[in-house]
């Protein structure tokens, strides 16, 4: 299906990132699963390289048991070769970013153990506003704790999605000349 999924919670930002970085014009708003369907968008990486992202609709907890239709989302992350982890740095979702992390990864273990074996690159998301600024160093912490590259992004103002792009860039080559080799 793509070459990367970015995978969140409900209003994390993924339609917006999705936005940013192809052509692809997803429905966004302020209400959780706004998405229902994958969005593919093709990016350009530059040297004439492309790679296909999908953002997959929000997982919720208990998606493995079908919540917030989690079984039809999860299938979709199966067919992805690296995970973009899309985190909600604000204050807006009320949510803890570390507690979706590990919450989401267990969906995945529990809906395919192999899922949770797929390359996964992390994204720090709305760092454009006030809060997340405060949270920033504490989860780049934890990040750096587990080896789990973590990139702080804003989807609405573009910072920090070129060195993202360049990580998602280095890590498809990387897997591609490693397949090729064998």
Do not use: C, W
């Amino acid at each position: 299906m793509a070459d990367v999924g970015i995978i969140g919670y409900p209003n994390a930002g993924k339609s917006t990132l999705i936005s940013k970085i192809s052509a692809v014009r997803p429905k966004i708003a302020d209400y959780p699963f706004t998405t229902l369907v994958p969005n593919l968008g093709v990016v350009s990486l530059g040297n004439h390289r492309q790679i296909v992202v999908a953002d997959i609709p929000g997982i919720i907890e208990g998606a493995h048991r079908g919540a917030g239709l989690g079984l039809k989302f999860l299938r979709h992350v199966q067919r992805t070769s690296l995970l973009l982890h899309l985190l909600d740095l604000s204050d807006l979702s009320q949510r803890d970013p570390l507690e979706d992390y590990r919450t989401l990864n267990k969906e995945l273990a529990l809906f395919d153990p192999a899922l949770s074996e797929k390359p996964q690159i992390i994204a720090l998301n709305k760092i454009d506003t006030p809060e997340a600024k405060q949270k920033l160093a504490k989860v780049r912490r934890y990040f750096k704790r587990i080896k789990k590259e973590a990139h702080p992004i804003s989807g609405l103002t573009g910072e920090g999605l070129p060195e993202l792009l360049g990580s998602l860039s280095r890590h498809l080559f990387k897997r591609s000349k490693e397949e090729a080799s064998h």
